[in-house]
């Protein structure tokens, strides 16, 4: 079983929409989570954190539920700029990180 | 702002060729990573290291060699290239002051081995 898995995608979405990607992860005793984004080419950069009491960021939010293991990362009013691959992330108290395979997102004008 | 580089953006190599990529980071962070990516797989790792000569495998280190001899560099080997070694090669770094933080990537490497 993968340590983290993620639905691919692709979500292709209209500007304005609200799109939700979730992730679920296998080791309960993960400590931290994060949302990365990659753009096409180009290496992952730290979205946000993800922290068990949720957190939001703008027009992102991210939310926790540790008894089913699982992470979401919500979009409101989608841009076009938010086509990327997010990438749903998880490390240990190894300092060990597992990467989902990505959600592709696109958003059409 | 972290930095972190890799002293190539695009490299081709042939089976059998010794390949080295190094990757640089200038914040002084402990802790250094190799990863590569490929479509549908995701992220990969494949050795990391919390310090200066140590060095701890990851989940994929068969085919590969690491070096740290600098805080501040690390050095993914293929000591003998494969085909089957094209890929995106990211390189990344954390502190290392708190377990599981953030962590900053290179622009990465794309090997591509014929």
Known sequence: RKEVEQDPGPFNVPEGATVAFNCT??????????????????EPKLLMSVYSSGNEDGRF?????????????????SKLSD?????????????????????????IP | ?????????????RTGEKVFLECVQ??????????????????RLIYFSYDVKMKEKGDIPEGYSVSREKKERFS?????????????YLCASTTGVVPGETQYFGPGTRLLVL
């Open chain 1, 83 to 107: 086509s990327a691959t997010y990438l749903c992330v998880v490390a240990n108290t190894g300092n060990q990180f597992y990467f989902g395979t990505g959600t592709s997102l696109t958003v």
């Open chain 2, 26 to 43: 200038d914040m002084d962070h402990e802790n250094m990573f190799w990863y590569r990516q490929d479509p549908g797989l995701g992220l």
């Open chain 2, 1 to 13: 702002d972290v930095k972190v580089t890799q002293s190539s953006r695009y490299l081709v190599k």
């Open chain 1, 25 to 42: 992860y296998s080791n309960s005793a993960s400590q931290s989570f994060f949302w990365y984004r990659q753009d096409c080419r180009k």
């Open chain 1, 61 to 77: 939010t991210a939310q926790l539920n540790r008894a089913s293991q699982y992470i979401s990362l919500l979009i409101r009013d």
């Open chain 2, 76 to 88: 993914l080997i293929l000591e003998s290239a494969s085909t089957n070694q094209t890929s995106m």
